[in-house]
């Protein structure tokens, strides 16, 4: 009971030293300060309230493992167990508490997990002998300062262009970085091609802040590059030259170089859009055709020529017409003429029939010859070609070729065939037909006004047709115009014989109108 009572009356001021007693060893270097009052560290008969004790000193740690991050909030197989698990202290003011086996330790468990090159790398080379190994640097810069081509100028985020690979390997996205994206022939350039001396901030992203000496124009156009180049190559254009000056290249046009037509290298400047503006040395017509060259030439070979006659005027060119020399037709200057259509208009000196026939060549004539396939049709006209004068030559009966000299009548021609020399008169054809001259057919009965009966019937033409006539017949139907030496009266009882004679026999008598 003394005892018992000595120690209570002692109380506190017994109980550290009490503790002290008891403790199984001095605590490491780092907690020799709280080896004092063992109530800095422990609970009395309670374990499981130690860990809370660690975790007021050690915030950082606490930190973690609420916030899930660095090696105790990452490692979830350490989450359920105590400090004390794995950091068992009084083990002497040296002991190494921590327990960090670095060759078996995982550093995915940590908040810089090791990729690419820096798998291989050392411990020591992140971490140094005197920082703790939770403080070790985790920003590229801090560890790639050397490393760095570009002198701090693009700020300490290497990893946004480079990756834990390989140093050199770039993966920069230029158009989601800085929205401005690389297309074409820029993909192929180097940083430092854009970025001189490192300046990475303000760089133009205008044409001109690069491509100023490539530009041939030497500023003349403005420096929106783009508006005619594109950035595959420099060299090629884009310009839309049809919509944006109404003056469309193809053919030749579309090969040929800008300055060709823009001598003075600056495009804004007006040209001349007619033909000859830039052909005039080519126009072998020397102007005598006017400047719409493009009505006849095209812009795929100057020699070529579209001009339809046919399709292109009113006027269709058929043959020897065809073959004919624009100039034979057209007088100059050409594009001011505006030659008549008709034949004679050109054939006036070839008209051999010296107008007699009218205007209308073609009626006869056609454009393969002019002499050849000559197309007439007599029967159309006053006089139509039948029997022997459908197969006579035109020169048997027109002498020249003024045809309407030629006469209609058939002594015209045939005055050397007339038997009856003129006897019957010129109208041949009262007994004649153009079969056969010698096919003749004359009614006398019929035709005339004085009827052939009795003997007269059987009297030859010339018996009573003696004296020529120059047109029609008129002979006396008297009878004493043909009887008169038959008359033994002597002309007593007057001219009408048929009184008392009839034709079949003059000699016999009748009485008539007893």
Known sequence: MFVSMLILRAGNVGAVSLETLVMPGPVIEGHAEFESDCSDCHVAFSRNKQSALCLDCHEDVANDLQTGRGYHGLATAIKTETCAACHSDHKGRSADIINLDITRFDHQFTDFGLSGAHVEADCQDCHADDVIYREAPSACFDCHTEDDQHDGNLGKECQSCHGTDDWIEVKFDHEVETGYALLGGHQQATCTDCHAEQQYLDTPTDCNGCHRADDTHKGLNGSDCAFCHVSRSWTETIFDHAAETAFELFGQHDQIACTD???DNKFDTAVDTDCVACHRKDDEHQGDYGNDCGACHTANHWPEIIFLHDRDTEFSLLGLHRETGCVDCHVTPMHESNPATDCLSCHQSEDLHEGQLGELCGDCH???????????DHGLSVFPLIGGHADTECSGCHETPRFKDALGRCVDCHSADDTHEKTLGSACDDCHNPVDWLFWDFEHNSRSQFELDGAHSRLVCAEC????????????????SCHRADDVHR????NDCRRCHSTENFHSVE???R
């Open 261 to 263: 037509c823009h001598s």
């Open 366 to 376: 056609n454009e393969h010859s002019w002499t050849d396939e000559v197309r007439f």
């Open 465 to 480: 047709h003696k004296r020529p006539v120059k047109n029609e017949i008129n002979l006396s139907h008297s009878c004493a």
């Open 491 to 494: 002309g007593e009882f007057g």
């Open 511 to 513: 009485r008539v109108g």
